[in-house]
């Protein structure tokens, strides 16, 4: 099993939500940390929080879809801690929007963030992560990319987003594969979590076309998909997604949501829809 003690670890999103809870539980180990977020609040309180626990912490502000603030956080990351462990792009955002009318700019901002910052966050780091892998006596460095319940099945009106987490799950599949037969010391694993409270649906950008698919008013929309996340808290989520790295998992499903979904799908194949499909059908006639 990889221990995770002393390890330097740079962390997307960690001004709330999974993120801070990961720099939290990773503080507590002895880990280095670098952060960043768009909070620049959020994160100063995030690493305040850490450094009390006695961790040495770095932060940055850093939109994960730009691609050189991505890849000068982390020269800024490996100047400031001497190296890089782990990685988890964690950052996301959420979008709920007919696919028929949904903006291109709106398509943008979620593929930006959703999957771009986790291809930005991959390659800019993949050096240095190879680097601390292969100094003597290392242990094999680590990728965790968050996906989601919904990179494994399908929900309307949540297309756009289903899109940037199926790719992020194509994406971290392939990576695992790729550096596993050039023989880079490198584990990479893609985590689906169900509901899980974080601020992501109090941030998210609801069309007002979501209406005429759903029957619902935006706001009711907004609020609905709060109380669903509102399952396992992010505390238990990040223990969940450390315990996967030590075990160099390549899959980590998090709460009894996700597991019971996925087995759905896999019992149902792409027949899964039709019960999604007739649930919705329901909700938009009241």
Not at 61 to 88: K, N, P
Not at 116 to 145: D, E, K, M, T, Y
Not at 183 to 201: D, K
């Amino acid at each position: 099993m990889k221990r995770l003690t002393g390890q330097v670890a740079a962390i997307t999103g960690a001004g709330s939500g999974m993120g801070r809870a990961l720099a939290l539980a990773l503080a507590g180990r002895g880990c280095p940390l670098a952060l960043c977020d768009v909070d620049e609040a959020g994160l100063a309180e995030t690493a305040r929080a850490a450094a009390a626990l006695g961790a040495p912490v770095s932060r940055l502000r850093v939109d994960v879809s730009d691609r050189d603030a991505v890849e000068a956080w982390a020269r800024h990351a490996v100047a400031t801690h001497g190296a890089v462990q782990l990685l988890f792009n964690n950052a996301g955002v959420s979008l709920a929007a007919p696919l028929e009318t949904m903006s291109p700019a709106d398509l943008d901002w979620i593929m930006g963030i959703n999957f771009r910052g986790v291809v930005h966050g991959c390659q800019a780091f993949l050096p240095a992560l190879r680097a601390a892998a292969a100094r003597p006596g290392a242990a094999p460095s680590h990728i965790v990319n968050t996906s989601s319940l919904f990179g494994l099945m399908a929900m309307p009106g949540s297309g756009a987003y289903n899109a940037s987490k199926f790719a992020v799950r194509g994406y971290t599949e392939a990576l695992r594969m790729e550096l596993a037969i050039a023989g880079a010391r490198v584990g990479v694993t893609c985590v689906h979590p169900g509901g899980v409270r974080t601020n992501i649906a109090r941030a998210a950008r609801v069309d007002p076309q979501l209406q005429a698919l759903t029957g619902e008013a935006p706001a009711a929309s907004l609020a609905r998909f709060d109380r669903l996340l509102d399952r396992t808290s992010a505390a238990a989520a990040a223990a969940r997604i450390l315990r996967g790295v030590e075990r160099d998992e390549r899959r980590v499903l998090i709460g009894a949501d996700a597991h019971l979904l996925d087995a759905l799908v896999r019992l149902l194949g792409a027949a899964y829809q039709r019960p999604i499909e007739a649930l919705a059908r329901r909700q938009r006639r009241g």
